[in-house]
Every structure is written in C-alpha cells, then in structure tokens.
C-alpha cells in the first residue's frame, strides 16, 4: 500500500458504515512528536477529551508519560482504571460531581488526584466536603487569560484565592492553570506572540506568589494550539490534546506542525437523488455538525462541495457522477475530532489495510461507575 492510500482498508465490504477508523501507527509517531517537542515526558500533561480510550492511555503511559489532563469524571475514572500515576481534571466540580471526585479520590488512594478552582465560594464548599471525607483536595487556580469561558483574571483577587487556600488544612494548592484556547492565529510568529502576551499575566502572579513566601505553583497551560510555545517553556507543563490524532480544522490552520491525521471517518455513498448530488451516510449522529461547511476533508474525492447535512445524511454537489456509485466507501477526515470520536462507541483499528480489533471510547458516557 503506498502512502497516498494509506488509510484504505482491503476489504471494506465488511466494514458497516459509517464508522471511525484509527491508525495505532500514526497516534504512536504523533505521541513521539510531543514527546519531542517538550525535550521529554516531565512537562507534559496531555489531554485525554479526543479520544476517551484505554489503548491510546496506555500508548502514551508506554513512552514513558505519567501525567494526564480530563475533562470529566468518567476521563478521570478512566484514567485511574489505567493506573495513570497524575491526574488533573480540568473541569471544576460541582454540584454531586464533587462528590463523585472525592469518591474517585477514595477509591483510588494510591494515584494523585488534582482539579481546578476558580472563586472562594467553591473552595469553601471542596474544604467542607474534603473535610467531612477525611481528604484532601489538590487544587490548581484556573486563570482566565482571555478565553473568558472559566477561570479567574490573574490580579489581586486569584492571588488572594491561592493564599487562602494554601494555608486550609483539606485543601492542597498545587499550582495554576491556565487554557488559551482562544489563542489560535495561523501565522505560527503572531501566534506566539499573542501566547506570550497573553501568559505575561501568569509569569506575574506566579512570580508574586513565589515572593510572598506561598508554595511554589506549578504552572500547566495551553492545549495544542500554544503547545509548541508552552512546551519550550522552564517549568512549564504542556497540555495538549488533539494532537493524538488531528484532525483538518487544526491541520489547516496550523500546517507548520507536524501532526499526522490518525482518525478517519469511514462513509459510503446511500444515494444520488438529482444529477450532481450525492449524498452519504454521514449525519450529525456520526460527525461533529458544530462548524461550518466542509465538516470534513475527503480523501478519496478531489473536488465537491458539502451543501447540507441531517441526522443520518450529508448531501454534496459533484460535477462528475460517472465514476461514483451507490455503495461506493469513502474516507474523510473530520474538521472536528474530539466531538465526532464521542459519536461513536468503538473506533475500529486498522493495521496493513485491515480492521484488527476495536477499541472501546470508554469514558464516552458521563458515568463509567462513579
């Protein structure tokens, strides 16, 4: 198989569409250019929202990885039931979802368990959980650099949270946090200095804190867009995410990095209603249907444009039906990865052309047993 047909299966007949397709090959060599990039595995953290699976857990803990970021209490219960050493969730808990870490917390003693803060109201209500628990929650101050979606503006106010929960006897502060996911110009030279600016305000108030004889924080920023910026930087850990497998909207707006597509959707053409439509069995249930039209880059056609999308159906204009017929498979990579890995309850594992075996997305759901 050359290259250019790399991600073709042999025999698709067999293959029920549509489908998500991974390549353990690909997601190794990108988990080695992260690896690369940060001069190591000590300072990075990388985000496990993609892809929700134990296999590629476990590719990753493999080289040598130890340090994992999650988005909720089943990626973090996941995480555990694989023994990863440092787990951070990155979502701060409320509601019963803090009681749920803390029984993550008791049910797993041996592994480090952190997650974020953001305002003294919650830290009040994690040190009484913690304490009626008898535990202790580790905490990072989730900073708002300017994404303005969680976190608190590094000023007087977070400095104030994080001396206050330093001196709590339930509460462990760890550090701060910060996602600059808002940081994303193409031009890799404005990008970096966007980030730069941006985590000036960090570098400030770690370096008050540090001053005013607190513990030294622990700084874990960006995700994969300010990942090659973070991760060349002293005493920083690098979080990325998307970069396991990549998808177009990423590796179209960020060419110069060196990620490889290891996820594609599977789809075969259902019917061609008019001349010069298609339409595929690649709806909303099985893509991200977030961003804008092409949901998708395909790969195996050259020209056509998506016009519109449904539950179970995506319709594109072609100008050449000859050579396309219903049934025909097709293989697209997703604009959006994260969202469409959620789509699905196994990605399907192709080695040498052929589905080998599946791998479940186990932390799909909310709830794996907390």
């Avoid at 990388?46 to 929700?52: A, D, Q, V």
């Avoid at 497998?245 to 960020?254: A, E, K, R, S």
Wanted: some cysteine; charged content about 20%.
């Amino acid at each position: 198989m050359n290259q250019a047909q790399w991600y073709q299966l042999n025999s698709p007949e067999h293959i029920i569409s549509p489908a998500l397709l991974v390549y353990p090959e690909r997601i190794q060599q990108n988990i080695q250019t992260m690896i690369n990039m940060a001069g190591g595995t000590e300072n990075l953290r990388p985000h496990i929202k993609t892809h929700k699976c134990a296999e590629i857990i476990k590719l990753q803990m493999a080289q040598g990885i130890e340090k994992f970021k999650c988005a909720t209490i089943a990626e973090a219960e996941l995480l555990a039931s694989c023994n990863a050493p440092d787990i951070v969730l990155a979502m701060q808990p409320v509601g019963i979802n803090l009681n749920r870490f803390v029984s993550l917390i008791k049910k797993f003693p041996k592994l480090k368990f952190a997650t974020l803060i953001d305002n003294r109201a919650t830290s009040n209500t994690m040190a009484a959980v913690a304490e009626k628990n008898n535990v202790t929650i580790a905490l990072y101050i989730d900073l708002n650099t300017g994404m303005n979606r969680t976190g608190i503006v590094p000023s007087s106010e977070a400095f104030d949270l994080y001396k206050s929960i330093s001196k709590h006897s339930s509460l462990s502060i760890q550090g701060l946090h910060v996602y600059d996911g808002h940081i994303r110009n193409p031009d890799p030279v404005a990008r970096k200095i966007d980030c730069d600016a941006a985590f000036e305000k960090v570098l400030a108030l770690k370096t008050q804190l540090i001053s005013a004889g607190l513990p030294k924080p622990t700084v874990i920023a960006g995700g994969s867009p300010s990942f090659p910026f973070h991760c060349k930087r002293d005493n920083v850990v690098a979080s990325p995410g998307t970069t396991l497998l990549w998808d177009c909207g990423y590796g179209d707006l960020f060419p110069e990095m060196e990620f490889l597509p290891a996820a594609v959707l599977f789809t075969r053409i259902i019917s061609k209603p008019k001349a010069g439509i298609l339409c595929f069995d690649l709806g909303h249930k099985s893509i991200a249907p977030e961003m804008a039209f092409p949901r998708m880059q395909f790969l195996t056609l050259d020209h056509g444009k998506q016009i519109s999308q449904s539950e179970e159906h995506l319709v594109m204009e072609y100008d050449d039906l000859k050579v396309l017929e219903v049934g025909e498979p097709h293989y697209a990579i997703p604009k959006h990865i994260c969202p469409t890995v959620a789509k699905y309850e196994s990605l399907l594992v192709v080695r040498d052309g052929k589905v080998s075996e599946e791998w479940k997305v186990a932390a799909r759901n909310q709830k794996i047993s907390i």
